[in-house]
C-alpha cells in the first residue's frame, strides 16, 4: 500500500476524472435523473479532464506504472485535442430530434466516456497491453454508440459491419504486435527500442517488415484509409450523427496517434542495414495515403447524402495526414497535429450544421438547398466549414494543407509526388463541396428551418470562429503547440534514462 501511494497517480488525473464520471453517471441513470443532466455532467467531466490535463502542461515527462503509462509532449498535445472534440461532440449529442431517435440517449453519454477513456489511454500507452487495452476499450464502446437506435434497421445494419470489420481489424493489429513481442520479449515500446537497435541480421528484418505491415493494415482499418475504407459509408450513414462525429472526429485521430507512436517509438529507431525499417516501409504509407486521397474524392463526386459524402471526404483527409507520416520530416508531427486540430473543428462544424437542418431525417445534399434564405448564419457558417475543407485560402484547413505540402517538400525528393497528388486531389474536391454552395445560396426550398437549440449554436460558433482565427492566425495554434509540448525533448526520454 505504502508503494502503491508513493506513485506520481497525478499523471493519470485526467483519465481518473473521465473513469470517475462515467461510472457516476451510469449510477445517476439508474434514478431516472434526465438524460439532459446526464449529458451536461459528462460535459463538464470533460472539460474538468482538460483543465487537469492543462496544469500538467508545465510538468517534466514522466511514467508510471513501470513505464506502461507516459505523460510527455507528445500525450499531451493529442490528448488536448481529444478532449476538445470530445467537448464539442458530447455538446452536440444534447439534441435529439432527428426522425428516428436515440432512445437511450443516457446510455451514450457514458458508453462514450468510455470510448474517450480509451483514446486518452491509447495516447498515453507506452506497452503494447496497455495499448491494446485502450484501443479495444474505445472500439467496443463504438460498436454499442453505433447501434444504440434499437428499433433503427440502418442503425444495426450499420453497426454489425462496423462490428465485423473491427473484429478484423483488432485480430490483424494483435497478430503484428504478436510478431513484436516474440522478437524482443517484451511489451513495453521502449525496451522494445533498445532491444532492436541492436537487431540487423536478415530474418529479423524480414519478421519486422510483417510485424510493421499487419499492424498498419490494422490500424488503417480504424483510420478507414483506403482501400480499408469499406465499412466507413454504411456506418457513417447509419449511425446517429453524434455518433458519426465522433467516429468521424475523435476516433479516427485516435488512430492516427497510436499509429505515430508505434511506429515512430519501435521503427524509427531500428537499423535495417544502412537505413530502418520505417524508412524501408515508407513507401507503403505512402501508396495507401494516394489511395486514400484519390479514392476519396472521386468516389465522393458521386455521393448524395451528405453523412456519405462526409465519409468519404474523411477518407481523403486520412490521406492528407498521411502524407507527412510516409515522408517524416522535422515539420511532421506539428502538421499533423496543426492538421488535427482543424480537421477536428472544420467536421464538428459541419455535422454539426447538418443536425441542425435534418430534422425531417433527411440527410441528402438538397436538405441544403435555398439555406441562405431560410438561416443566413447556418449557411454562412456551413460556408466557412466547407471553404475550409476544401482548402480556401483564410481557413485553417488552407493552413494544414499548406504546411503538410511543406513538410512533404522537407522529406525524402523521392516522395515529391505525394505533395502533389495532394494538390491534384484538392481540387477534385471542390466539386462536390462547392455543390453543397451551390444549393445553398443558389437554390429555393419551401421548407422553414425552426429555432436552433442553444448547444447546437454553441458548437456551430465555437467551431466557425476557431476555424476562421486558425487560417488568419495560424501563428497562436503553433506557438501554443511549440511552448507547450516539446515533443523531441521528451518523446524518447524513457529509453535516455
Not at 62 to 79: Q, R
Not at 147 to 161: F, P
Not at 187 to 215: C, H, K
Not at 307 to 336: E, N, Q, W
Amino acid at each position: 500500500m505504502e508503494m502503491l501511494l508513493s506513485l506520481p497517480w497525478g499523471l493519470m488525473l485526467p483519465e481518473f476524472i473521465i473513469v470517475g464520471a462515467a461510472v457516476l453517471l451510469s449510477l445517476l441513470d439508474l434514478f431516472d435523473i434526465g438524460k439532459r443532466k446526464l449529458g451536461l455532467l459528462a460535459i463538464l467531466a470533460v472539460l474538468s479532464s482538460l483543465v487537469a490535463l492543462i496544469f500538467l502542461y508545465n510538468d517534466p515527462a514522466s511514467d508510471i506504472l513501470y513505464g506502461t503509462f507516459v505523460l510527455d509532449g507528445f500525450s499531451k498535445a493529442f490528448k488536448s485535442i481529444l478532449l476538445v472534440g470530445a467537448a464539442l461532440v458530447l455538446m452536440l449529442a444534447l439534441s435529439d430530434y432527428e426522425k428516428k431517435m436515440i432512445e437511450d440517449r443516457s446510455e451514450y453519454f457514458y458508453l462514450f466516456l468510455t470510448a474517450l477513456l480509451g483514446a486518452m489511454i491509447m495516447t498515453s500507452s507506452n506497452d503494447l497491453i496497455t495499448l491494446f487495452v485502450g484501443l479495444e476499450l474505445l472500439s467496443l464502446s463504438s460498436y454499442i454508440l453505433v447501434g444504440i437506435r434499437k428499433t433503427c434497421t440502418a442503425s444495426n445494419e450499420a453497426a454489425m459491419k462496423y462490428v465485423i470489420n473491427g473484429g478484423i481489424a483488432t485480430a490483424i493489429t494483435l497478430f503484428g504486435m504478436s510478431y513484436l513481442y516474440g522478437l524482443t520479449g517484451t511489451t513495453n515500446a521502449t525496451e522494445m527500442m533498445a532491444v532492436l537497435q541492436g537487431q540487423t541480421r536478415g530474418d529479423v528484418e524480414l519478421l519486422l517488415s510483417i510485424a510493421f505491415l499487419l499492424t498498419f493494415v490494422g490500424l488503417a482499418f480504424k483510420l478507414a484509409a483506403a482501400p480499408f475504407h469499406m465499412w466507413a459509408p454504411d456506418v457513417y450513414e447509419g449511425a446517429p450523427t453524434p455518433v458519426t462525429a465522433f467516429l468521424g472526429t475523435v476516433s479516427k485521430l485516435a488512430g492516427f496517434v497510436i499509429m505515430l507512436r508505434i511506429f515512430l517509438l519501435i521503427f524509427s529507431g531500428t537499423p535495417a542495414g544502412t537505413t530502418t525499417v520505417m524508412d524501408k516501409m515508407q513507401i507503403y504509407i505512402a501508396v495507401l495515403a494516394v489511395a486514400s486521397m484519390v479514392i476519396g474524392n472521386v468516389v465522393a463526386l458521386k455521393q448524395t447524402n451528405v453523412k456519405r459524402m462526409l465519409a468519404y471526404s474523411g477518407i481523403a483527409h486520412a490521406g492528407y495526414l498521411l502524407v507527412p507520416f510516409a515522408t517524416l520530416s522535422v515539420f511532421t508531427l506539428d502538421s499533423m497535429w496543426f492538421y488535427m486540430l482543424a480537421y477536428l473543428l472544420m467536421s464538428i462544424g459541419a455535422f454539426a450544421v447538418l443536425y441542425a437542418i435534418s430534422r425531417s431525417g433527411d440527410d441528402s445534399v438538397h436538405a441544403f438547398s435555398g439555406l441562405y434564405r431560410r438561416s443566413p448564419l447556418l449557411a454562412i457558417a456551413m460556408t466557412i466549414f466547407i471553404l475550409s475543407l476544401a482548402g480556401i485560402p483564410g481557413t485553417a484547413g488552407f493552413i494544414g494543407k499548406v504546411h503538410i505540402f511543406l513538410s512533404a517538400l522537407a522529406g525524402d525528393a523521392s516522395y515529391y509526388v505525394l505533395p502533389a497528388i495532394l494538390m491534384a486531389t484538392t481540387v477534385i474536391s471542390f466539386a462536390y463541396y462547392f455543390r453543397i454552395l451551390q444549393l445553398m445560396f443558389f437554390r429555393a426550398s419551401e421548407e422553414e428551418v425552426s429555432a436552433i437549440p442553444l448547444n447546437l449554436k454553441i458548437v456551430i460558433t465555437v467551431c466557425a470562429v476557431f476555424t476562421i482565427v486558425c487560417g488568419i492566425l495560424p501563428a497562436i495554434g503553433y506557438d501554443i503547440f511549440y511552448e507547450n509540448f516539446p515533443f523531441m525533448r521528451d518523446f524518447f526520454y524513457i529509453g535516455q534514462n
